[in-house]
């Protein structure tokens, strides 16, 4: 939003600096971007006065002109019909830039004759688009300042441009009254009064309007009246050089009063050529789908079905909040006008104007909310100034539809000032500046100005107060103390699992992945997923359609990624959430790493060597103690089919408590996802890991036994097709408070065992708790091992 402090200052009664307003603006939420000094490109230009003015020798239509200048009499050559002897004018020495035609000025010849500098246009000035001839000055001294003189004489002309960013939830900021209101409440000014009497209507408007049923949520009111005997043109000096500040092109009176008006009070309005509209009525309709309009950007738009169109009964002549139609546009010849003052919907606009691709300032600021109680006003407004500037003679205004309700009122609480904001604001201030804002107060309830769509509760009535008094007055306080003693932990226990989970395994040497939680149809069906539950209704690609089921695929995607750059060894972890549905409480956290190739780089040691199932249980055990998990555990078989059917287990506490899952992944799968093996990876799931039974900060005491622990040795002879796992869990299950460890430290097969029969050896570690173990309980313990394991088997004991 870009407007000039002569403009502002149309609406606000101020003597404060350029400096204080713009601090203030900025305090306010209306960030500045920048200001422009106008001036700046014309410091260098100086007063000079024309001597002589003698007709060139070689050229009917130059003057060789002696120009006296700060440095004395200088020669100028002119082409300018202008040029004569005893006028003041803007001299441009060599060595200046003039920013008009973008030329640094030198000493040169024309025709033969030397020329020491130039005598300047408007147009090469940038100060309008007149070029017909050299400006002339009323009055100045030679050698003053141009910029000097138009700041006495005419100050619009340098005046600066200020340009602030308005949030979407701003948009009565987008009119330069709004602004002013704003500064008004902070105390910089007084907002003048700028209203107008009603004109009143000297014959019946000979142009109907109408708004279909269906079409009156995208446009609640239309109003408009026609004015006859106008005279187009160019527009008045101080409105040329108020559009022309804020980058906007003049175009003829009739248009450059609705672009004033659209800057000036938010307020978007658009010009008919009366004469142009077929059959004397406009009606606004949604689009049928397939109309057609070219449009005042003369290029051409279809439309599709529901899109806010107004036409006549010719078709479409203009796009509603968006642009008009060139068929109806006005022009120099136009002396019959139709003004429009319409309410069009922020979203259905938006809608059509993106759709189109068409970025207009009306459509800007339909989309963010103008104000529809205004929409009476804005007709007279202009109405008042084409009256005075063109001519012409006003009709009675139609309507259709009627204004839309957006009466609120919300309770003001001065003490929520405290208790939100942390400011101490007296009650009164706080009517004071709601009133200056334009809100209504009745009561303790504050009823809502129409132009302020953003205030939608009691909250934003102390906003607005801590904005106006300045957020800058926020002292900071140090908090009272709530309560003695060592406050309560903030992390829950879940939150602290996970930290000491990431920890952990960092350690280890895995690096942490952040990965999607979307993956692809086929992807998720490789890990239990891909259903119609877990499928997103708008994805942003068709890699990304399903809500994961695991986090083994984002990890292996990552490993082949990884191996497709080279990086062939890795240890990749990630802790997240998993979705088995698209329901409420269909969700829950794991913990997955994976470990990809080999442990380390080749070693003529040959300490190098291929990632095995055991590494995987073995950092699988790390992580589970790390988040409190009991050191017994029990390793079962009949994980999900994803996993080698014979080479993973499942770290349990019993047959149905499943805490992890470890082991080499399905040869399948790693084709599948494009993964060079050997990969093993593990699953913990920390919500299945009990809590401690009891909470506390403090560790319990470490308990070690003073006895001395007894190992035993025992050999089962056993069919080859029984695992290892059986006989473990078999022997640990013979005494469960003296046997603290079972291992198996050998196997072998064949020799004099024979076909199908294998032999396995495990040690037994016995540990006494109350007193050291004799022979008879060590013998007792050592029979009821044999007794399970051959129970368990159907082995024997190895002779």
């Known amino acids: 939003m870009k407007f000039t402090l002569s403009w502002l200052k149309d609406h606000l009664d101020t003597t404060a600096s350029l400096d204080e307003i713009t601090y203030a603006l900025t305090d306010l939420g209306l960030e500045v971007e920048g200001v422009e000094d106008r001036g700046a490109k014309l410091a260098d230009f100086t007063l000079g006065y024309v001597e002589s003015a003698e007709k060139h020798p070689d050229a009917d239509r130059l003057r060789v002109c002696q120009v006296q200048t700060d440095e004395g009499v200088q020669q100028i050559i002119c082409g300018a019909p202008n040029a004569r002897e005893g006028i003041t004018v803007v001299v441009a020495k060599p060595g200046v830039y003039v920013p008009g035609i973008d030329t640094t000025i030198g000493v040169g010849k024309i025709r033969g004759i030397e020329s020491f500098g130039m005598m300047a246009s408007e147009r090469e000035l940038e100060l309008s688009d007149e070029h017909d001839g050299i400006i002339e000055l009323p009055s100045g001294k030679v050698g003053d300042s141009f910029v000097d003189w138009l700041a006495e004489n005419d100050p619009a002309k340098v005046d600066p441009v200020i340009e602030i960013a308005i949030t979407p939830n701003r948009p009565d900021a987008l009119g330069v009254r709004g602004i002013a209101r704003d500064l008004a409440a902070r105390g910089l000014g007084k907002l003048k009064k700028r209203d107008c009497d009603a004109v009143e209507g000297a014959f019946a408007c000979p142009v109907s309007v109408t708004i279909d049923e269906d079409t009156l949520d995208a446009c609640p009111v239309f109003y408009g ?7 187009n043109g160019p527009s008045p000096a101080w409105l040329q050089d108020a559009l022309r500040a804020i980058g906007l092109r003049p175009i003829s009176f009739l248009v450059d009063v609705t672009n004033f008006f659209t800057f000036d009070r938010n307020r978007p309005l658009h010009v008919f050529d009366a004469d142009k509209i077929a059959g004397n009525t406009l009606r606004v309709h949604r689009a049928k789908g397939g109309e057609t ?47 429009e003052a319409a309410y069009f919907d922020p979203v259905r606009t938006a809608y059509t104007g993106r759709a189109l691709k ?8 339909f989309e963010r909310g103008i104000d529809p109680e205004w929409t009476p006003y804005g007709i007279e407004h202009a109405t008042r100034m084409i009256l005075d500037h063109a001519g012409g003679e006003a009709s009675e205004v139609v309507v259709a539809g009627r204004v839309p309700d957006t009466a609120r009122a919300y309770r003001l609480d001065a003490k929520r000032v405290i208790s939100l904001v942390g400011m101490e604001i007296p009650e009164s201030d706080q009517r004071q500046t709601l009133t200056a804002l334009g809100f209504r107060l009745e009561g303790d309830m504050a009823h809502v100005p129409s132009w302020r769509p953003d205030v939608q509760g009691e909250a934003d009535l102390v906003e607005e107060v801590a904005r106006i008094a300045s957020l800058t007055k926020l002292q900071g306080r140090p908090l009272p103390r709530l309560s003695d003693g060592v406050p309560r932990p903030v992390l829950s226990p879940a939150q602290r699992r996970a930290t000491s989970a990431r920890r952990t395994a960092a350690a280890l040497g895995y690096h942490e992945c952040v990965s999607y939680s979307f993956i692809d149809s086929a992807s998720a069906a490789l890990f239990g997923g891909g259903t119609q539950a877990t499928q997103l209704e708008n994805p942003i690609s068709s890699d990304m359609s399903h809500m994961r089921p695991d986090l083994l695929p984002g990890l292996l995607q990552a490993a082949a990624r990884n191996q497709a750059r080279g990086q062939a060894d ?21 913990i997955t790493g994976i470990l990809v190739g080999r442990t380390g780089p080749k070693d003529v040691l040959g300490a ?17 103690a790390a988040m409190g998990a009991p050191a017994k555990v029990q390793i079962m078989r009949g994980a999900e089919g994803w996993w080698h059917p014979g080479r993973h287990g499942k770290i ?3 047959p149905k408590k499943v805490l992890g899952v470890f082991g080499e992944l399905h040869p399948k799968v790693l084709r599948e996802m494009d993964v060079k093996g050997p990969v093993v ?10 809590l401690p039974r009891k909470s506390g900060a403090t560790r319990p005491a470490l308990k070690l036994s003073d006895l001395q622990a007894v190992e035993r040795d025992f050999a089962f002879v056993v069919d080859a097709d029984v695992e290892a796992l059986t006989v473990v869990n078999a022997a640990m299950g013979a005494d469960k408070t003296l046997i603290s460890d079972v291992r198996v430290f050998d196997e072998f097969i064949g ?5 199908g029969k294998k032999s396995l050896a495990i040690t037994v570690r016995l540990q006494p708790v109350e007193a050291t173990l004799k022979d008879a309980d060590i013998e007792a313990i050592g029979q009821r091992v044999v007794e399970k394991v051959a129970k368990a088997t159907g082995g024997t004991l190895r002779g």
Not at 608 to 624: H, N, Q, T, Y
Not at 681 to 690: G, H
Not at 751 to 755: A, D, K, P, T, W
Request: with cysteine; charged share 25%.
């Open 570 to 590: 890795m240890a990749l972890f990630e802790l997240g959430p998993v979705f088995d549905g698209g329901e409420p409480g269909e969700q829950r956290s794991l």
């Open 652 to 654: 349990c506490l019993g």
């Open 681 to 690: 990876a593990f699953t913990l799931y920390p919500d299945e890991v009990p």
């Open 358 to 365: 068409i970025n207009s300032d009306a459509r800007y600021r």
């Open 293 to 339: 309009l070219k449009g005042l950007d003369e290029k051409d738009y279809t439309f599709s079905e529901g899109m806010t169109l107004i036409s006549d009964a010719n078709g479409v002549e203009s796009i509603a909040g968006v642009m008009g139609g060139l068929p109806s546009g006005v022009t120099e010849e136009t002396e019959n006008v139709f003004i």
């Open 225 to 231: 009246r026609v004015i006859r005997g106008v005279k």
């Open 608 to 624: 190098s060597r291929a990632v095995d199932v055991f590494d995987a249980k073995a950092d699988a055990e790390a992580i589970l």
């Open 751 to 755: 020799g004099s065992l024979g076909e």
